[in-house]
């Protein structure tokens, strides 16, 4: 992509030296923009760095795991962008390979191996392998099936994935078609798909990479129907790839993002796969066909997979979000848009307004869910602990707690990424900025591991039932205590009586209670109306019931997620974790997020008549105020999440501010620039354009 | 993607037989469903297909050009989510060249080539020769200069693009850093790019299409600067599409979506062009270098030009949205979710009371925002007979309302599209689904054509005016005429009794137009604190009010989009263009949409106090009651946008509810199937997983 070589002479030269001059004044210089812009900060971002990575070393171990990923040309990310499907999906695989490879041969820690999986940030075929085939062998298979299986995975002698959801069946997993019927003369199951909608669809790795599944299907026993089991099948021969006798497997095809996860459909014509290919650590199929039922406290082992899969993603929600503020906040710092005069510098897109006022809640949201994830974690490793003797008390709790902050936490981070990548301008479109592949991979979040409106519904459920508990006078406890002190505090008002008193944490507390509990309330009502008495939760009551059953579920995670966020920060500063101005700095934050969630829900605030119109009003003032407090501090808290130029892969989010060279050098290494005629030029264009070629058509 | 061969014998067959009839009961038939739903309708599809197309030939006629281009292989579809960059590249080109050759040969009308283009929906390279080359020509060029040129475009012998926006200057057209020099010695221009910040950015079809550009620059005479001024610059040859000497030009890069379009960059080193080269018609440089400026009626003209662009983006928001909605809407009326009993059929998806609450209101403001682009049509066809006759009255009025349109016209239909992608659940992630193309392709409107905070700003700074007109006792018309009726009932109240009078057209028109007002007078009184006095329309006083300004514009907006819909409806009604049931389907979506409005700023009509806490509540009654009427007629009102499934592309979204095979058989395709082992099984897997080959490593 050099021009054309021309040499224009000294008088041409000379003519265009003065009105350069005049146009070149006032122009911008973005790495000395994101220089002045750090000098601001009022806190240490080093020291917050550390804290929010849990001490200095881990990061700096992050950045030789950089240095390591930055000399393998398996994850290189120069041409990331630019890779067809094909070869998005062999890189993907060569990654995980590479970093197994590396793992095995420097003896890698599994910490370390997780953090190299996240900084090289290369979804592909084994994804399930890692995150579902082990886990279930390692959970529901005998000791005997463990030992055989899990020698051949850690060596990826196999690879597995897990085909659960088909075609035309989701959620209703008791419903599935695709059935396991045992023959007790062969002492083998016989595993079939009846239907085009049995076809099992979606499993990541099966279309192209998997050799085995685990495969969930309808056991039936002497015509018996015992529900969904879990079963192993080989799909493909080791030695060719081709797939087994009577298994029609494939891809199924491009989706929104995670190219290189070769998502699949997998049909079955009358396989049949010997009996110990039942995982049978719990029910079992004995030789004569005799079926032994799992053990009561499976279904909460069952739970307790759906509550550890949803506080990653949680936690992933943070991680996805605070990723996207750092790339709109450091473009912000460094974009400038409009001078006031010609001639004078154009002004910093951070310093207006309406941008302020998007980006830094957004940061505060960022914040709330990176602290909410390493809680959630906290809660179920504690939970795992206390299971292993056989204490299940808090899953209940648990479940209904993750279920909605999966919910909510998806919720918040998905149209927090688009509205960060918006916040960029027409540049947040490209690929190099980061942020569309961000978005695109990151927004299944919202459909996977259910719905997000069912998820909604499961913490409703939860809270319908401590509010009933609460109008019987039963204690409740958990997250919905506050049920019970709402009730007797019917008619509380709002005692805020100026904008500034709406940054102090407890009238942001109060308020946010306040709305939690009436709109809990008032779904209880709701349903037990539609319900024609007594509360039922199932059939037409509940779902008709279900906006505001919804509604009351997000009041009462966003309320948990503020309050968690409350409750890190000041256990922090109370342990002395974090000198007096970071605590500040990260306490301003807090204010904002709480003045965000509560004008979100001002409507809510107002219909309870908790808060007046004038006290909502307020509102606005405060964040505009609490926005300008943080604004000093914008680059600082984004620097803070510590997230390598390499991680991120964004020409607009460099931490020197270096962004238009870098957008240029990503567009001169295009694929589309490696000819200066381009692809059409010979069947399209030239037919047209070219005069000689043309007048002889 | 065969099964691999084999034959299970009679025994397998039969063991089968009995689980699978089981597993099958109450399995769903799509297509059934799909023509059940249709049943419900309380109103003839046709009829109303009919009036929103003008008239059934219209519609008959599109029939025959999807005909035509069924039979043609550029605008074959069924391979178009598989396509690499470059494929797409060359696919968009080889369409349009097909649509312009199939024009001339068949002689065919502008509006059947519009529709042809619509219908193949392949943006590519000759978007903007099509859409800013061969208007800024025709608008400012000479006669002269139109003789010249226009053959050659219409020929495609040149091929044009239009390059303003600079990698580090956007909305600052003034601040444009490119340089043109007049040298007078030569009669030429010396065009010229000083910085790396000033190449040119994002033109489409410069990367690797265009011939030729129309070059914003800064005009330099006698080194007097005269601002942005149009040229037309060579910036590949002809014969070689080499680029010209000096110019280094190429693709950006991918993009979320519009990938078809090769947006390209520009850097000019001292290139000369002929003195002809600049756009005379308005502004002029005589050959001695005397300027002569544009009459003052440019600046309006170039008000005209912006005003004609947004009134196209607004009405593709509502195409846009109506496409998406009828991809959720019919796929919601197929897809099966959670069985009461097992062994009964699972639930319609479109049953559930959240997913109808979702889409029955999208639904209605999809037909909002489609009667409303065709009211801003008219509106602009009307003013531009106007203008013919020299009168520019009602730009003002209508410049106003264009920007703020443009804004929340494309915020309703890429949140839209976003949610009647995840109303799909994980199969909208599937490009097959179509809707993820739609969303990334969309998306660009909110960020193009000026950022949407800047579009609704230039809407406040109508409102604002107008506000202090009325407070100085001057009349004010147009759309802001509701101001001085406001003024005159400050402190008037919402009259609404009960739920049912939500559903009032002259109750919701009477909140919205109170929330709208309050909050421009709001608006305007928070300008004027923060001007210290008289509102100040710039500066630190506009910038720091802007929060308050944006949500004003956007209820004067939001009340016109419906007050719009409500006047479109009943024209037809009073002129008798539909049925009675038509109208009667038509208004229920009405007053669907209006409460669906009111509930968005149930905390606006709260906080100024104009309606009680328990009078918003029955605003959810009242939805769910329009909901459940509108539910019926949910398929008939999406077929009435009576998009062709060839249009769609979509497997969810087809007509015939045949959604699970159209799935499968999209997969079988996908270019990943092209071989049973995959594009790692030699690279990465087979050395892994053969037993053979691993023991030789």
Known sequence: MLPQRHSPDAATRELVVGPCRVTMQGAANPMEDAAAERRKATFSSDELAAFLHDGADKLQ?????????????????????????????????????????????????????IALRSLAYFPGGLELHIGMFIPTILSQGTPEQQAKWMPLCNRLQVIGTYAQTELGHGTFVRGLQTVAVYDERAKEFVVHSPSLESTKWWPGGLGKTATHVVLMARLFVKDKDYGPHAFIVQVRDLETHQPMPGVTVGDIGPKMGFNGVDNGFLSLDHVRIPRDSMLMRYAQVTEEGQYIPPPPDNQKAAYATMVYVRATIVRDSGDFLSRAVTIATRYAAVRRQTAPKLGEPELQVLDYDNVQQTLM?????????????????????SFDAARARGDFAVLPELHALSSGLKALSTDIAAAGIETARRQCGGHGYMLASGLPTLFNSYVQNCTWEGDNSVMYLQTARYMVKNVLAVQLGRSVGGSAAYLAEAAKQTGAKCAVGRAEDWTNPANQLAALTAVAASLAVQATKVLARASGGQPVFEGEPWNGSSVDLIRAARAHVALYLHKNFVDCVEAAAGQRKLTAPTTAALRQLVSLHGVALLLEAAGDLLESGYATGRQAGWLREAQRSLVRGVRPNALALVDSFAYPDYQLNSALGRKDGNVYQALLDSARISPLNATQEGPAWKPVLEPLLNPQIRSRL
Chains 1, 2 share one sequence.
Do not use: C
């Open 361 to 381: 809640p957004l940061l505060s949201r960022a914040y709330a869910l990176v602290f909410m994830g390493r809680s959630m974690m906290d809660m179920y490793n």
């Open 61 to 113: 171990r992050r950045e030789e795991l950089v240095q390591l990923l930055s000399s393998q040309p398996w994850s290189d990310k120069t041409h990331r962008y630019f890779l067809t499907r094909e070869q998005e999906y062999v890189g993907g695989l060569q990654a995980a390979v590479g970093i197994w490879k590396t793992m095995r041969g420097q003896k890698l820690s599994i910490e370390d191996g």
